[in-house]
T-cell receptor, first 112, second 114 residues
Framework: DTEVTQTPKHLVMGMTNKKSLKCEQHMGHRAMYWYKQKAKKPPELMFVYSYEKLSINESVPSRFSPECPNSSLLNLHLHALQPEDSALYLC???????????FGPGTRLLVL | DQQVKQNSPSLSVQEGRISILNCDYTNSMFDYFLWYKKYPAEGPTFLISISSIKDKNEDGRFTVFLNKSAKHLSLHIVPSQPGDSAVYFCAARAGGTSYGKLTFGQGTILTVHP
């Protein structure tokens, strides 16, 4: 089973709202990732967690705040986003940092 | 600086024929390469990977070839099926402190006609 689940599927938020994206996997993977994908562009890495610790932050603005409460769960807290932050947000997981990453279906975010 | 390039935005092939998708890279520190397939409104699906110590890896209808001297890899799909129609991304990873960091190409839209 290589399933990564993400909720919600779609999210519309205003620039003053606070919302959270959720990602879950039950494959025993110890590395989890957040990517952002704009239309007709490749996925771009945002954050990497390894054993529940932040391993890589690709200079992402502080209005995006990741959290890894346990080895199965990854959250992305959103606050004061801009319209240009509208994108597909993808979560991925892998057994370890060297292993193949498996992606969830993504959350389509629209910031008004 | 685009370190992973897929120079063909699209490719159209007939069902049953071979599809060849190409990818070039510039970073000589990349040591692991992957191909993902993506349908609209879905996340990327892992297809096949290859380590830099190999030059070929096969999995069913999918074969990936790696030419390290040319910094080039290709994905062969034989025979192509209409269900293969999707966007294909190649991705690369370096070792050391970059473990976990995938760099993706721009993608190639493959259309397989019945």
């Amino acid at each position: 089973d290589t399933e990564v689940t993400q909720t919600p599927k779609h999210l519309v938020m205003g620039m003053t709202n606070k919302k959270s994206l959720k990602c879950e996997q039950h494959m025993g993977h110890r590395a989890m990732y957040w990517y952002k994908q704009k239309a007709k562009k490749p996925p771009e890495l945002m954050f990497v967690y390894s054993y529940e610790k932040l391993s890589i932050n690709e200079s992402v603005p502080s209005r995006f705040s990741p959290e890894c409460p346990n080895s199965s769960l990854l959250n992305l807290h959103l606050h004061a986003l801009q319209p240009e932050d509208s994108a597909l947000y993808l979560c991925a997981s892998s057994l370890g940092l060297r292993e193949t990453q498996y992606f969830g279906p993504g959350t389509r975010l629209l910031v008004l | 600086d685009q370190q992973v390039k897929q120079n063909s935005p699209s490719l159209s092939v007939q069902e049953g024929r071979i599809s060849i998708l190409n990818c070039d890279y510039t970073n000589s520190m990349f040591d692991y390469f992957l191909w993902y397939k993506k349908y609209p409104a879905e996340g990327p699906t892992f297809l096949i990977s290859i380590s830099s110590i190999k030059d070929k890896n096969e999995d069913g209808r999918f074969t990936v070839f790696l030419n390290k001297s040319a910094k080039h890899l290709s994905l062969h799909i034989v025979p192509s099926q209409p269900g293969d129609s999707a966007v294909y991304f190649c991705a690369a990873r370096a070792g050391g402190t970059s473990y976990g960091k995938l760099t993706f190409g721009q993608g190639t839209i493959l259309t397989v006609h019945p």
